[in-house]
């Protein structure tokens, strides 16, 4: 089974741009779809976005237009940039793989908080 | 797009089942066969217990089972066990490229 290793910044002031990264092991990135997911602390999921292996991507509409997903095979690492950042952008922060229209293995979770 | 609706929380005695409905749109849980559940402890990762509306991974117990009508998708758990007290989240694909996930129910064995 594959696992998945996340790593990144975990304080952030606004206006700054989160960066994680998440490493896959066991496995490849060829063939499966891989997703960001975050969750406020106490709340519910939300799906950030996905990328192939052939760097096509899918964004949430809601925070489209503040973030990057993107992968590299010869690293088989993936990346997540979200620009801009507020309060509100505070979560714990997953990186998965997808199987079909579900996701079937998560990273441990990054806890981002973002204070000034 | 809102988050899908779950019941805040629900709970019953072991053994006994609780259902835990996910209530979406036309444009996703009723459009779309592609309704997945997690189920997530206290500060661990969610896990996949059901995907493809009733379809189940490798491993996780048949007393979870999950069915879908309308716009409202249900997971339901049998032969409840202390063990399956935690937080349990629905998600569609709901089009346009996207997910949706639930809000999120609590299940207490009593």
């Given at each position: 089974q594959v696992q998945l290793q996340q790593?990144?910044?975990?304080?952030?002031?606004?206006?700054?741009t989160l960066s994680l990264t998440c490493g896959v092991y066991g496995g490849s990135l060829s063939n499966h779809y891989w997703s960001w997911v975050r969750q406020p602390p106490g709340k519910g999921l939300e799906w950030i976005g996905e990328v192939n292996d052939r760097g096509h991507t899918k964004y949430n509409p809601s925070l489209?237009?503040?973030?990057t997903i993107s992968g590299d095979t010869s690293k088989n690492h993936l990346s997540l940039k979200l620009n801009s950042v507020t309060d509100a952008d505070t979560a714990v922060y997953y990186c998965a793989r997808n199987g079909g229209f579900s996701v079937a293995d998560w990273g441990q979770g990054t806890l981002v908080t973002v204070s000034s | 797009q809102s988050a899908l609706t779950q019941p805040r929380s629900v709970s019953g005695s072991p053994g006994q089942s609780v259902t835990i409905s996910c209530t979406g749109t036309s444009s996703d849980v009723g459009f779309y066969d592609y309704v997945s559940w997690y189920q997530q402890y206290p500060d661990k990762a969610p896990k996949?217990?059901?995907?493809?509306?009733?379809?189940?991974p490798s491993g996780v117990p048949d007393r979870f089972s999950g069915s879908k009508s309308g716009n409202t998708a249900s997971l339901i758990i049998s032969g409840l066990q202390a063990e399956d007290e935690a937080d349990y989240f629905c998600c569609s694909y709901a089009g346009g490229d996207y997910y949706l996930f639930g809000t999120g129910t609590i299940v207490t064995v009593l």
């Open positions: 790593w990144g910044a975990g304080l952030l002031k606004p206006s700054e489209k237009s503040r973030v | 996949l217990i059901v995907y493809d509306v009733s379809k189940r």
